[in-house]
């Protein structure tokens, strides 16, 4: 569990160093991702937005995908969303995990401010969310950079779905994001759709998800 948390806060925060070849780029993100077993998501991407990042392999301990505005260097960007699936062990639970992420975060930044995780259940799946506030310096840069981040963590039947927005900021910040914020950036978030072939413990998908 934690060299899969650690991998997975790793990716999240390092990105960039992988995000360089210009040929993984997508015109726009496809309808649905299909990961682990039978399960789909669906996340409604902005317009002027791109997957920069993907590594669906099915089967393998975490997958990421992640999308920044078209305009953005992948490099150094000020604008992230990201998309984590870790296939479920037994032991694995959506609580669990962010817990683990509040702990790397406190590790990882020089100042860290965390929100508490607030619990909640959407279409009888677990949820927690929380926002954090973090200054840490990236290994391809010469200074430090604020960031502040939106994190859901929940768990269908096969896996667990890490949800990140993250935005850049000039000064480190309080956590207190502007009404526009939820309504605009994380539209995509709120608006993400997980479902089954076969609704094991989530909704059914709709006809033709699989032919996608």
């Not at 993100?29 to 937005?49: C, K």
């Not at 089967?59 to 990201?82: N, R």
């Not at 000064?171 to 309504?183: N, Q």
Request: glycine share 6%; proline share 8%.
């Amino acid at each position: 569990m934690n060299k899969i948390f650690a991998a997975a806060l790793a990716l999240s925060l390092c990105a960039p160093s992988f995000m360089a070849n210009a040929e993984e780029k997508q015109d726009g993100p496809p309808r649905w991702f299909h990961l682990v077993g039978d399960e789909y998501f669906h996340i409604p991407v902005q317009d002027g937005w791109q997957v920069v990042w993907a590594d669906p392999k099915s089967g393998e301990s975490l997958i990421e995908i992640d999308f920044m505005p078209v305009d953005q260097d992948p490099a150094d960007w000020q604008d992230k969303l990201t998309i984590q699936v870790i296939p479920k062990e037994e032991d694995m639970t959506a609580e669990l995990m962010i817990n683990q992420i509040a702990v790397g975060f406190k590790k990882l930044c020089l100042d860290h401010i965390q929100t508490p995780n607030f619990p909640g259940m959407e279409k009888g799946i677990q949820s927690f969310q929380a926002i954090v506030g973090c200054e840490w310096q990236p290994p391809e840069f010469d200074k430090t950079v604020f960031e502040n981040l939106y994190l859901r963590v929940f768990e269908s039947p096969k896996a667990i779905y890490v949800q990140q927005r993250a935005w850049r900021l000039k000064e480190f910040s309080v956590l207190m994001l502007p009404p526009e914020i939820y309504e605009e950036d994380l539209g995509p978030i709120n608006n993400f759709v997980l479902c089954s072939l076969s609704g094991e413990g989530i909704p059914v998908c709709p006809i033709g998800t699989n032919d996608q």
